[in-house]
């Protein structure tokens, strides 16, 4: 079955870096986009940043852009969020997800409808 697993959040000062992990199982990443989310407490969830399946195509919300990037490492079957120059605002859960294009990941569900545990980002002084 396909399957994605958030990993690598924690606590953090402003201004901290983390990377975040999408592990995945039961399906190749490369053949789908994949979209990081977040959700702050009481906030919709959101999209941040997409990898589509043409190597090297990126997009991110304006919130994010030039502070996180996304990656995809085949060989591992893992897509990466590399967050730095972290805000308070940067709080919140945060979710990956396949879609058959980095076009709907901010406003379609994604493929399955289903989302995982998600990791815990937390930025504070």
């Known amino acids: 079955q396909m399957e994605l697993v958030e990993s690598g959040g924690g606590s953090v000062q402003p201004g901290g870096s983390l990377r975040l992990s999408c592990a995945a199982s039961g399906f190749t990443v490369g053949n789908y986009s994949i979209g990081w989310f977040r959700q702050a407490p009481g906030k919709e969830r959101e999209g941040i940043a997409c990898?589509?399946?043409?190597?090297?195509?990126?997009d991110y919300a304006d919130s994010v852009k030039d502070r996180f990037t996304i990656s995809r490492d085949n060989a591992k079957n893992t897509v990466y969020l590399q967050m730095n120059s972290l805000k308070p605002e940067d709080t919140g859960v945060y979710y990956c997800?396949?879609?058959?294009?980095?076009?709907?990941?901010?406003?379609?569900?994604?493929?399955?409808?289903?989302w995982g545990q998600g990791t815990q980002v937390t930025v504070s002084s």
């Open positions: 997800n396949r879609y058959y294009f980095c076009s709907g990941y901010r406003s379609r569900p994604p493929l399955g409808g289903y």
């Open positions: 990898i589509s399946t043409e190597e090297g195509w990126t």
